[in-house]
T-cell receptor
Framework: EAEVAQSPRYKITEKSQAVAFWCDPI?????LYWYRQILGQGPELLVQ????????DSQLPKDRFSAERLKGVDSTLKIQPAELGDSAMYLC?????????????FGPGTRLTVT | AQSVTQLDSQVPVFEEAPVELRCNYS??????LFWYVQYPNQGLQLLLK??????LVESINGFEAEFNKSQTSFHLRKPSVHISDTAEYFC?????????FGAGTTVTVRA
């Protein structure tokens, strides 16, 4: 069964360092999402792509976070510089298309710890 | 604005007992509602969804949820749980193709 792949699964970094996460969606899925899940809270949407275009990045802290999906397939989320408050699980999801009827499939996530 | 409130953060339950997870939402427009499940060390999986039509929706593994517009609720139920149902459950609402999640309910099933 096709799955959303994410790497690394775990990342420990020091405050002020740069960190990057990678996501490979299910083949053929046009829509890709990045979520942040702080411990004890539900996932919060950071950015949403349709193919290589950003559909929504209103919740992305653009002073330190960036996301790209250059060829409309895999995606990278970067944080520079990392802050203590960035410690969280970062989840990637993909769906066939944009719309309520299209299920979002989630990857296993990258757990980030900033020290 | 929209928000989702899951009223119970933790629900311990004995095997074969019933369970209900409560979810309330606030929205000024029509919504689509979802329940996701997250097993330990795994990503979220869609459990069931309400888009339109019958207000009672069911999953393949015995869960059901009922959309109640007047009470703005979408509670999840299972009449008899198994050890394997131990997981975190998230209620979510979708407007304009964006999902907003509740804080989650951790269900621990004991033998």
């Amino acid at each position: 069964e096709a799955e959303v792949a994410q790497s690394p699964r775990y990342k420990i970094t020091e405050k002020s360092q740069a960190v990057a996460f990678w996501c490979d969606p299910i083949s053929g899925h046009a829509t890709l999402y990045w979520y942040r899940q702080i411990l004890g809270q539900g996932p919060e949407l950071l950015v949403q792509f349709q193919d290589e275009s950003v559909v929504d990045d209103s919740q992305l802290p653009k002073d330190r976070f960036s996301a790209e999906r250059l060829k409309g397939v895999d995606s990278t989320l970067k944080i520079q510089p990392a802050e203590l408050g960035d410690s969280a699980m970062y989840l990637c999801a993909s769906s066939l298309e944009l719309g309520q009827n299209y299920e979002q499939y989630f990857g296993p996530g990258t757990r980030l710890t900033v020290t | 604005a929209q928000s989702v409130t899951q009223l119970d953060s933790q629900v311990p339950v004995f095997e074969e007992a019933p369970v209900e997870l409560r979810c309330n939402y606030s929205s000024s427009v029509s919504v689509y509602l979802f329940w996701y499940v997250q097993y330990p060390n795994q990503g979220l999986q869609l459990l069931l969804k309400y888009l339109s039509g019958s207000t009672l929706v069911e999953s393949i593994n015995g869960f059901e949820a009922e959309f109640n517009k007047s009470q703005t609720s979408f509670h999840l139920r299972k009449p008899s749980v198994h050890i394997s149902d131990t997981a975190e459950y998230f209620c979510a609402v979708s407007i304009d193709y964006k999902l907003s999640f509740g804080a989650g309910t951790t269900v621990t099933v004991r033998a």
